[in-house]
């Protein structure tokens, strides 16, 4: 028989319902006929008994909806969120030191996007981040951030073939010893990493990332300091002496920003004036944004690669494993020059290039 409707929503079901059950069918003959729940049988049935047939014409039961799950935004809305986000609230109008949902819902409806605050914190948890943690590390606080951006930006827009812009950073220092992660491993069996472990030494990563060539250049020092700058400096000019200028762009830390390192760069391009050399000039990240270090992507990419589930036997074996990175990922854009960082091993989160509105320095691959 062809049943028109549901029993939910159709007084005639309901009442062919009833009559099936009444004329002596089993409970459950009758809810498989009709596709309900024998519940919704003994329903209908009491309805009639006490209420009639007005009683099967009750709507107060209305059909469950089915919760639609919203896919995400698109990644124009994304970098438009990441974008704001990594400004200071102040420069939006917001008399504020940290962003809040409100604030970043006004600020992307300014900017033509319209989204509610339940899609902001999806989008920012997608990325990897909790709200709490993402309001400290995503914002940066310098006053002079947008002018830092726009002329680190310029640069890159105009960027010759005699000129080379750097990424740089250090890595580390990490221990040498087993190290956890996700890895594969049979059912009903957990891998695990001792929580107390002999440190077989430590390992210190100084390196640059040319953004055009994609290129990596590094070495390993024992501290984070000036002299360590000085010497990457140093190797970079020797490496690029083709170049005109080399522009050098870091995070804030102490050491990027010595006398001794401004000393540095003033004499050499003091000599480069005088006889033609490669200047260099300083472009800073600004202030508590080391999100933007396009470098830090790679760093991640390598963590991922070749240091998260490793156990290496000694600082040497770990030492030769990053350079067999590098060296692969040299020459893999060294044949194929484009800015496609996630192109290697499918393990850089972000592209190669520039971006505010990315993301770079990952928590989980540090």
């Not at 995070?251 to 033609?276: P, Q």
Request: with cysteine; aromatic share 10%.
């Amino acid at each position: 028989m062809k049943v028109h409707g549901t029993a939910r929503t159709c007084p005639h079901c309901r009442n062919l319902i009833v009559t099936r059950y009444l004329q002596g069918n089993p409970l459950a003959s009758v809810a498989s006929e009709f596709q309900v729940t024998a519940k919704t049988v003994l329903k209908w049935v009491r309805r009639y008994e006490t209420k009639g047939l007005t009683g099967l014409s009750d709507k107060s039961s209305r059909p469950h909806r089915i919760a639609r799950r919203h896919p995400l935004p698109d990644s124009n809305f994304e970098a438009q969120l990441f974008s704001i986000l990594h400004s200071p609230p102040t420069e939006f109008g917001f008399n504020r030191t940290t962003w809040k949902q409100d604030d970043l819902q006004q600020a992307l409806k300014d900017r033509g996007y319209s989204a509610t605050k339940a899609t902001i914190a999806k989008v920012v948890k997608a990325a990897g981040y909790r709200w709490v943690k993402a309001r400290r590390v995503l914002t940066s606080s310098d006053p002079d951030y947008r002018a830092k951006l726009d002329r680190i930006k310029a640069v890159l827009a105009t960027l010759g073939k005699d000129e080379a812009f750097f990424s740089i950073d250090e890595y580390g220092p990490f221990k040498v010893c087993q190290r956890g992660g996700k890895t594969l491993a049979p059912r009903g069996q957990q891998p695990t990493v001792p929580q107390w472990q002999k440190s077989k030494g430590n390992v210190i990563i100084t390196a640059a990332l040319e953004l055009s060539r994609n290129r990596v250049t590094h070495f390993y020092s024992e501290t984070k300091n000036t002299e360590e700058i000085i010497k990457l400096l140093t190797v970079l000019l020797e490496e690029y002496k083709d170049c005109r200028v080399l522009y050098l762009s870091w995070d804030a830390a102490s050491w990027h920003d010595s006398a001794a390192l401004m000393e540095a760069v003033k004499a050499n391009n003091g000599m480069a004036t005088v006889i033609g050399s490669t200047r260099m000039e300083l472009l800073p990240l600004p202030t508590t944004a080391q999100y933007l270090n396009v470098i830090e992507g790679v760093f991640n990419g390598m963590a991922r690669s070749i240091i998260h589930n490793s156990d290496y036997q000694s600082v040497e074996e770990a030492k030769q494993a990053i350079d067999r990175y590098f060296a692969d990922r040299n020459t893999f854009f060294l044949d194929c020059p484009r800015k496609a960082g996630k192109k290697i091993w499918g393990s850089e989160a972000n592209n190669s290039e520039f971006n505010e509105a990315k993301n770079f320095k990952n928590p989980a691959y540090r």
